[in-house]
């Protein structure tokens, strides 16, 4: 059974920054993708970003500039890094991982951003 724990969560000023992690069980390489998705109070929740095997890179138009996706295969973790953090991108943060015909999801971890 995948296992996925998210941490760095908190809360932060307006303009600062955060950054997320999500360890998995077992080789993060052996996922087709792995992402960040987020969901406000009351909203869908929605694509943040995310990477594929082969490292190509995806990212909402709210965040493209100022949020960033990485990986480390040695400690098969992924990590997203805010930048210029808004009060809009207050959510519960999610991790994903991707395989054939499967879709993991940690139990998410709450960005507050204050005004």
């Known amino acids: 059974q995948v296992q996925l724990v998210e941490s760095g969560g908190g809360l932060v000023q307006a303009g600062g920054s955060l950054r997320l992690s999500c360890a998995a069980s077992?080789?993060?390489?052996?996922?087709?993708?792995m992402g960040w998705y987020r969901q406000a109070p009351g909203k869908r929740r929605d694509l943040v970003a995310t990477?594929?095997?082969?490292?190509?890179?995806s990212y909402a138009d709210t965040v493209k500039g100022r949020f960033t996706i990485s990986r480390d295969n040695a400690k098969n973790t992924v990590y997203l890094q805010m930048n210029s953090l808004k009060p809009e991108d207050t959510a519960v943060y999610y991790c994903?991982?991707?395989?054939?015909?499967?879709?993991?999801w940690g139990q998410g971890t709450q960005v507050t951003v204050s005004s």
């Open positions: 077992g080789s993060i390489f052996s996922f087709n993708a």
């Open positions: 990477i594929a095997r082969s490292g190509i890179t």
């Open positions: 994903n991982a991707a395989s054939r015909g499967f879709d993991y």
